[in-house]
């Protein structure tokens, strides 16, 4: 089997570094939601060793992530672990938890689950950086984000570019509280938001 490989994954994991390298230099365990194909971990965990990078995904995704971890062989990267946001969550505390990618291609009682459960895997003072697409005021930030927008809703109802103001609303609700907004290559965010409450 070959590796699975996500090309969006080497353009945009550098300038992502740059905002974790910044957000989490004083962190020690993060959570990473969807890890994919496993690219971001491996090139994240290599760049930040003082990081141990928890990958999750869905049961169908691990054994590509295991992939790229095996041939890393990273000391820092723990075997992936099972995560559907609407199931069973793992009982740890991460001090930070990133997420790249996702929020549009879940259903929104999914973006919904994945929030209402953060207070139970995160410490008091845990950083979370979500990357990816957004709209603001209901409003595309971009013609590209609108086609892509309608590339997902053709591939399924459930998909779409998140408008910042709701997710920030559940955010809130989880407390969280929204510290930075970074603009990125390509109309995306990286969005941080720390716990306090």
Partial sequence: ??????PSCERNRDPILEVLRAR?????????IGSGTGQHAVHFAAALPQLSWQCSDQAENLAGIRQWLDEARLPNTPPPIELDVAGTWPAEDYDAVFSA???HIMAWPEVEQLFEHLAGVTTADAVLVIYGPFNYGG???????????????ARGAHMRI???EAVDALAEVAGFDLVDDIAMPANNRSRVW????
């Fill in 1 to 6: 089997m070959d590796k699975p490989n996500a």
């Fill in 139 to 153: 409003r595309y930030t971009s013609d590209s984000n609108a086609a892509f927008d309608q590339w997902l809703q």
């Fill in 162 to 164: 998140r408008d910042a």
């Fill in 194 to 197: 720390r716990r306090t409450r």
């Fill in 24 to 32: 989490y230099a004083d962190r020690r365990r993060v959570l990473e």
């Fill in 101 to 103: 990618n996702t929020l």
